[in-house]
């Protein structure tokens, strides 16, 4: 089955404590973004990339640092979690830039 | 102002209606034009996208692009329950790797 997997799920830590949200893709896509959903603010895009090793910012990158090592994943990592950085998190990829597959979603809670 | 404005609802309308959803943009530049579903607890799941103006039609679904005026608008006919999620359109600059979203429409369908 086509999909983007993200895992966790659901996520509560820490501040301070590094961690990482982690995202395949089994549709050799070229293109891969992370973005957040706050309520209010609706889905805003934190990073992207258009292949391997070409990793852009978003409209909202402060506290993150993404990597593109292979086609299939793009890590999320957050070096040092803040409570605003509390949110749900997607993962998303697609062939050609436009008409993007979203995974299902990381709740993080940062406390 | 926010580049793509859509009223959060909610909307509650009766099993069968026809429903339409609506959005405005600002930025002339968008060529993409995408309408998701978001069911709770899930992440977007893509329902049609267009490019530039015109119309497009994807069984209950209608998708129409009027470029001269910046408004997007879904049609879903036949409208049933399992159609209650919500709804969020996007709008892309081609090469822009960004996709820039409404709030979201919150839709329930009453049977």
């Known amino acids: 089955e086509a999909q983007v997997t993200q895992n966790p799920r659901y996520l509560i830590t820490v501040t301070g404590k590094k961690l990482t949200v982690t995202c395949s893709q089994n549709m050799n896509h070229e293109y891969m973004s992370w973005y957040r959903q706050d309520p209010g603010l609706g889905l805003r895009q934190i990073y992207y990339?258009?292949?391997?090793?070409?990793?852009d910012k978003g409209d909202v990158p402060e506290g993150y640092k993404v990597s593109r090592k292979e086609k299939r994943n793009f890590p999320l990592i957050l070096e040092s979690p803040s409570p605003n950085q509390t949110s749900l998190y997607f993962c998303?990829?697609?062939?050609?830039?436009?008409?993007?597959?979203f995974g299902s979603g990381t709740r993080l809670t940062v406390v | 102002q926010k580049e793509v404005e859509q009223d959060p609802g909610p909307l509650s309308v009766p099993e069968g209606a026809i429903v339409s959803l609506n959005c405005t943009y600002s930025?002339?530049?968008?060529?993409?034009f995408m309408w998701y579903r978001q069911y709770s607890r899930k992440g977007p799941e893509l329902l049609m996208y267009?490019?530039?103006?015109g119309n497009k039609e994807d069984g209950r679904f209608t998708a129409q692009v009027d470029k001269s005026s910046k408004y997007i608008s879904l049609f879903i006919r036949d409208s049933q329950p399992s159609d209650s999620a919500t709804y969020l359109c996007?709008?892309?600059?081609?090469?822009?790797?960004?996709?820039?979203f409404g709030q979201g429409t919150r839709l329930t369908i009453n049977p």
């Open positions: 930025n002339s530049a968008f060529q993409y």
């Open positions: 998303a990829s697609s062939l050609y830039g436009y008409g993007y597959t």
């Open positions: 996007a709008s892309e600059i081609q090469g822009a790797q960004k996709l820039v």
């Open positions: 267009t490019y530039s103006s």
């Open positions: 990339s258009m292949n391997v090793e070409v990793t």
